[in-house]
């Protein structure tokens, strides 16, 4: 590991589809220092667009079955319309962004999703070793931004839809072996709340011990499971810090950081 | 300019949308040797999807007329489906591919086409200044094939329409300090034909003198005109060769050569 930070970021759905909480979002981006990778997610004009082409979009869990017509339109909304809208809006505030699907450069690989209960269709799992940790040192030594969409490949000519959180943490996991890895999710409340209902609750700070101590008072539940131990294994997987907070707050203190102590 | 030869491959929609005749190209591609960018056009997928949208697809001259929605469309259809198709199937061919917009990495800023007679919309113009040659540089060092498609952006967060043909071209000519550039475009004959009903009638070379004998006899007239202008207009600014002819042959002799001398 050398001395070089990189961060992460990740932003959801709910910023791609909210064109000026977007441009704020990557206006603040581009004031921040150091070396960064951006991962999107997909937002719901996929969604729209297939109800208006007569299809109809199918979710389970959350996650989208993804037949070949379906694939067809995520990959063009993903790595299409969002990734280069938001990269030409990078160039646009000096950000010199370079768009990326996992094959491009064989950047993510992984594997269609084994059928077992359901048939999920052409969705891929992927892991840290999918991610072509080299190429994305060479283009951030080239001084480029990365801009990772949720669209990966399996080697074999077939293209997946995967999910960007998923795509977040493997790359900061895969990248820790040579920077320290900063991964930052962007969502839309103000960090991990004491009070749910109260956005300025924003616990600073939380290690795996005051972790435990959070889930046994039922502080952090619900929703925020999942996304606090995903947090933490990728901690335990050599990623210095993990940041959730609110996009508008790119840059400034108000977020939960989370570390192993 | 030193002693590598870089070669520039256009391909256009008469290929991309016949998915064998695309494979078997790709294919070959990937079997010949040497440094290689790709160079797409669009195909018909965009205008089918437009009517399927009820939207009416308008083209003047050749030249698709480009409002907002026409835009997202063409930039959803080339730099999302095909130029991801196109990366994943070279992927599958051994062919480490990196597909681009002019976006990514600034590697092609353009200009709004102004309106004279004629609004074309986000159509873009571009020049060999236009192209980011030192990018495509690393790229190509990096053991990587770029994959352009015929989206540009104006550095000012606007993403443009535009041809591949000129890209292609801009590409070669932007190139020709740093490489000895071959500029290969593919199609649906088998070269310039002395006899345009006969396929086996293929002119080997033609150069500067040649090329005027031909025009003056008639043998070279229509639409091999303007392409054959651009050709020669490559060559006069460092080109060392422009290669037509189809895509099938791709790896063999059989084409034409168009060189000064």
Redesign the interface.
């Known amino acids: 590991m050398n001395n070089s930070v990189v961060t992460i970021y990740k932003i959801g759905g709910g910023i791609i589809d909210d064109a000026a909480e977007l441009s704020q979002f990557l206006e603040l981006l581009a004031q921040t220092a150091g070396l960064k990778i951006l991962v999107h997610g997909g937002g719901k004009g996929a969604s729209t667009?297939m109800r208006?082409?007569g299809l109809t979009p199918q979710l389970i869990n959350g996650r989208r079955v993804t037949d070949a017509a379906t694939l067809?339109i995520v990959?063009?909304?993903?790595?299409?319309?969002t990734?280069?809208?938001v990269?030409?809006?990078l160039?646009?505030c000096g950000v010199?962004?370079?768009?990326?699907?996992g094959?491009?450069?064989?950047v993510i690989r992984g594997v269609k999703r084994p059928v077992k209960d359901i048939d999920y269709g052409y969705v891929g799992d992927l892991e840290p070793a999918s991610v072509n940790a080299g190429?994305l040192q060479?283009l951030l030594s080239?001084g480029?931004l990365p801009v990772l969409c949720p669209?990966i490949?399996d080697?074999?000519?077939?293209?997946l839809n995967t999910n960007a959180d998923t795509i977040a943490s493997a790359v900061a996991v895969a990248l820790a072996g040579a920077y320290t890895v900063k991964l930052h999710y962007c969502f839309e409340k103000n960090g991990v709340l004491r009070d749910v209902a109260d956005e300025q609750s924003v616990i600073p700070q939380i290690d795996a011990a005051s972790y435990a101590d959070l889930k046994q008072q039922g502080i952090i539940a619900d929703g925020m499971l999942p996304k606090l131990e995903n947090a933490f294994a990728a901690l335990q997987q050599g990623v210095s810090e993990v940041i959730i907070g609110h996009a508008r707050n790119v840059g400034n203190s108000l977020h939960t950081v989370l570390c192993l102590k």
């Open positions: 667009m208006e082409l067809d990959t063009m909304f993903y790595a299409g319309k990734n280069k809208q990269v030409a809006e160039q646009r010199n962004a370079l768009g990326l699907s094959a491009d450069g064989n190429l060479q080239a480029l669209i490949h080697g074999q000519g077939q293209l």
